[in-house]
């Protein structure tokens, strides 16, 4: 074969006919990598009659809202909570089901006992500054364990975690099996990190099935720190005026940080060339939640720290009020607690990003922001997630990738770990990603990724995910990014002889550049998790090939990294 075959590739919507002139790759000689020919022509019918009156909704149901006051159980005075010691320091616990409780009554459980919580604090803070978080979760059912780790001359903070867990099974009298999570702030989610490495390397290791990490404080570095068999789940919630972890510094010890160095990005969940029913192995749950104007400290609902000597944090940490930030924070560590630990599917739709509570959805700034973005503006989130059942496109691990079709005005880069966090770019993920960059054009342009042989059969699967953000601060004229804005791209599956679309934004958010405190831009990304059932007239067997589509007339730069197959 001496060339590449043109076929044609259909735009499938509901109004307008979309045709795309497409190469079929042919083999090449083994090693060498296949980059696509160019595509030969683009019509364009209309640019924006895609399918909007397509309705993507899948019927699921739906947790109580965790903010909504009606939802709220709480004494009139503080939760009563029991003052215990744990290697000589103070600790409180907080039962799940007190005598002196006088509310509403508890909720059944699925397990015969209700699990335990560590909250392992952060440097700085005490005891008192976890009550309205241990009050609140121990009003939902869980039994909340508090230690405070003395900064210097203290024991060893992971054998305290590991003892306070023991303290609180035996007040309790709760079996060794008890479900247990962890939670930890700033400095104490490094140590909630070496408590589970430490207890899944223990003879009798205790039941750890999920750590919430808070404004995580991080030990640098780029390898990863938790694996799927020392941990099932994993939420990391950050806010972008975070002061005491990533705020003033270019280190990556941050919760976008501890997402990334988390499981395993080369995971699949099929592995053979010619997978028999594609089985699936258990991998990491991870979700990161991202906060646009939420502060180290608001997530635990406690005042904003000291600003350094000299400088001022006002007004970053004023434009989105704590107790929103607390109401974020809270809302999405309860759905993670309540989906692993009781096993309570109903919380499924959160933890997978498929729902937004009402009271957070409809959250608006309370101030301005350094964004130009005016009070009332409605909260802004960056949510990603990596589920344990995924089969794997394309993540860029390997340094290539096999497109499938590229028009000229398309480039496509690979970033490495760390290589842009100190730059005026500072992308602050610890994986490799690609920026993918398009100028303007009179007509579309398309990128197309190849799915590899033995994973093109998604019979089995229920999602196509991305993960997608802008590259912050990319000024360069021709592929800048418009600021503060939101683009929207076609995003299409391929089979060989049609393809269909559907627009991201119905999907997703590819969020804008953030603003840090020291006024250094950061890249938020977000994963679209698409449904299949969003595809129509394709034969959902044999899917060739994953395209974007960008819009005539548009221009940016984007973050591009876990094109993945998932299932829930």
Request: contains cysteine; glycine residues 8%; aromatic residues 8%.
């Given at each position: 074969?001496?060339?590449?075959?043109?076929?044609k590739?259909?735009?499938?919507?509901?109004?307008?006919w979309?045709?795309?002139?497409?190469?079929?790759?042919?083999?090449?000689?083994?090693?060498?990598?296949?980059?696509?020919?160019?595509?030969?022509?683009?019509?364009?019918?209309?640019?924006?009659?895609?399918?909007?009156?397509?309705?993507?909704?899948?019927?699921?149901?739906?947790?109580?809202?965790?903010?909504?006051?009606?939802?709220?159980?709480?004494n009139?005075?503080?939760?009563?909570?029991l003052?215990?010691?744990?290697?000589?320091?103070?600790?409180?616990?907080?039962?799940?089901?007190?005598?002196?409780?006088?509310?509403?009554?508890?909720?059944?459980?699925?397990?015969?006992?209700?699990?335990?919580?560590?909250?392992?604090?952060?440097?700085?803070?005490?005891?008192?500054?976890?009550?309205?978080?241990?009050?609140?979760?121990?009003?939902?059912?869980?039994?909340?364990?508090?230690?405070?780790?003395?900064?210097?001359?203290?024991?060893?903070?992971?054998?305290?975690?590991?003892?306070?867990?023991?303290?609180?099974?035996?007040?309790?009298?709760?079996?060794?099996?008890?479900?247990?999570?962890?939670?930890?702030?700033?400095?104490?989610?490094?140590?909630?990190?070496?408590?589970?490495?430490?207890?899944?390397?223990?003879?009798?290791?205790?039941?750890?099935?999920?750590?919430?990490?808070?404004?995580?404080?991080?030990?640098?570095?780029?390898?990863?720190?938790?694996?799927?068999?020392?941990?099932?789940a994993?939420?990391?919630?950050?806010?972008?005026?975070?002061?005491?972890?990533?705020?003033?510094?270019?280190?990556?010890?941050?919760?976008?940080?501890?997402?990334?160095?988390?499981?395993?990005?080369?995971?699949?969940?099929?592995h053979?060339?010619?997978?028999?029913?594609?089985?699936y192995?258990?991998?990491?749950?991870?979700?990161?939640?991202?906060?646009?104007?939420?502060?180290?400290?608001?997530?635990?609902?406690?005042p904003?720290?000291?600003?350094?000597?000299?400088?001022?944090?006002?007004?970053?940490?004023?434009?989105?009020?704590?107790?929103?930030?607390?109401?974020?924070?809270?809302?999405?560590?309860?759905?993670?607690?309540?989906?692993?630990?009781?096993?309570?599917?109903?919380?499924?739709?959160?933890?997978?990003?498929?729902?937004?509570?009402s009271?957070?959805?409809?959250?608006?700034?309370?101030?301005?922001?350094?964004?130009?973005?005016?009070?009332?503006?409605?909260?802004?989130?960056?949510?990603?997630?990596?589920?344990?059942?995924?089969?794997?496109?394309?993540?860029?691990?390997?340094?290539?990738?096999n497109?499938?079709?590229?028009?000229?005005?398309?480039?496509?880069?690979?970033?490495?770990?760390?290589?842009?966090?100190?730059?005026?770019?500072?992308?602050?993920?610890?994986?490799k990603?690609?920026?993918?960059?398009?100028?303007?054009?009179?007509?579309?342009?398309?990128?197309?990724?190849?799915?590899?042989?033995?994973?093109?059969?998604?019979?089995?699967?229920?999602?196509?995910?991305?993960?997608?953000?802008?590259?912050?601060?990319?000024?360069?004229?021709?592929?800048?990014?418009?600021?503060?804005?939101?683009?929207?791209?076609?995003?299409?599956?391929?089979?060989?002889?049609?393809?269909?679309?559907?627009?991201?934004?119905?999907?997703?958010?590819?969020?804008?550049?953030?603003?840090?405190?020291?006024?250094?831009y950061?890249?938020?990304?977000?994963?679209?998790?698409?449904?299949?059932?969003?595809?129509?007239?394709?034969?959902?067997?044999?899917?060739?090939?994953?395209?974007?589509?960008?819009?005539?007339?548009?221009?940016?730069?984007?973050?591009?990294?876990?094109?993945?197959?998932?299932?829930?």
């Amino acid at each position: 074969m001496s060339g590449p075959i043109l076929r044609k590739l259909t735009f499938r919507c509901e109004i307008r006919w979309f045709a795309f002139l497409v190469p079929r790759i042919p083999d090449r000689s083994p090693g060498r990598r296949n980059v696509g020919m160019l595509i030969a022509s683009l019509l364009i019918a209309s640019a924006w009659a895609q399918a909007e009156a397509r309705d993507y909704q899948i019927a699921i149901q739906l947790p109580p809202d965790p903010c909504a006051t009606g939802q709220l159980k709480f004494n009139t005075g503080p939760w009563p909570s029991l003052p215990l010691t744990v290697m000589g320091e103070p600790a409180r616990l907080f039962p799940a089901d007190p005598d002196s409780y006088t509310g509403a009554p508890i909720p059944i459980r699925r397990t015969p006992e209700r699990p335990l919580v560590l909250i392992v604090d952060g440097n700085g803070f005490g005891l008192d500054d976890y009550d309205d978080m241990s009050s609140y979760l121990a009003g939902k059912g869980f039994n909340v364990m508090v230690i405070d780790r003395p900064r210097d001359n203290g024991p060893d903070p992971i054998q305290q975690a590991l003892s306070a867990i023991a303290t609180a099974l035996a007040t309790l009298s709760l079996p060794d099996d008890t479900p247990v999570g962890l939670i930890g702030h700033s400095r104490g989610g490094q140590i909630a990190i070496e408590t589970i490495i430490a207890n899944h390397g223990a003879a009798n290791g205790y039941n750890i099935d999920l750590a919430v990490l808070l404004s995580p404080k991080l030990d640098n570095g780029t390898s990863t720190i938790l694996d799927p068999e020392q941990l099932p789940a994993l939420a990391s919630i950050y806010g972008s005026q975070d002061n005491d972890v990533g705020g003033l510094t270019d280190t990556l010890n941050d919760a976008i940080a501890a997402y990334d160095r988390s499981g395993d990005e080369n995971s699949t969940t099929c592995h053979s060339a010619n997978p028999v029913g594609c089985p699936y192995v258990p991998q990491m749950h991870r979700l990161m939640v991202y906060i646009h104007g939420a502060d180290h400290s608001g997530l635990v609902n406690r005042p904003v720290g000291f600003a350094p000597v000299g400088e001022e944090w006002d007004p970053y940490n004023n434009y989105l009020s704590r107790s929103d930030q607390f109401c974020i924070a809270k809302a999405y560590t309860l759905a993670m607690l309540e989906w692993t630990l009781n096993g309570d599917e109903l919380w499924k739709a959160m933890v997978h990003t498929e729902h937004v509570p009402s009271s957070i959805r409809t959250m608006t700034t309370a101030a301005p922001d350094e964004l130009g973005n005016p009070a009332g503006t409605p909260v802004r989130l960056g949510l990603q997630l990596s589920p344990g059942k995924r089969s794997v496109i394309e993540n860029f691990e390997d340094g290539s990738w096999n497109i499938a079709s590229q028009t000229p005005n398309v480039l496509l880069q690979l970033l490495t770990e760390g290589q842009t966090a100190g730059t005026t770019y500072n992308n602050r993920h610890v994986s490799k990603i690609a920026a993918l960059g398009w100028t303007q054009h009179d007509n579309w342009q398309l990128i197309g990724f190849t799915v590899p042989f033995g994973r093109r059969d998604v019979s089995n699967f229920s999602h196509l995910s991305v993960r997608l953000g802008q590259f912050a601060d990319f000024t360069n004229p021709l592929v800048g990014n418009t600021p503060n804005t939101e683009p929207a791209v076609l995003i299409g599956l391929y089979d060989g002889e049609s393809s269909d679309w559907t627009w991201s934004e119905h999907h997703g958010r590819i969020l804008p550049a953030d603003k840090r405190p020291n006024g250094q831009y950061q890249s938020v990304m977000s994963t679209l998790k698409i449904p299949l059932t969003a595809f129509n007239g394709l034969d959902k067997s044999a899917i060739q090939a994953v395209y974007l589509a960008l819009p005539a007339g548009t221009q940016g730069t984007l973050l591009m990294d876990s094109l993945e197959w998932v299932k829930e």
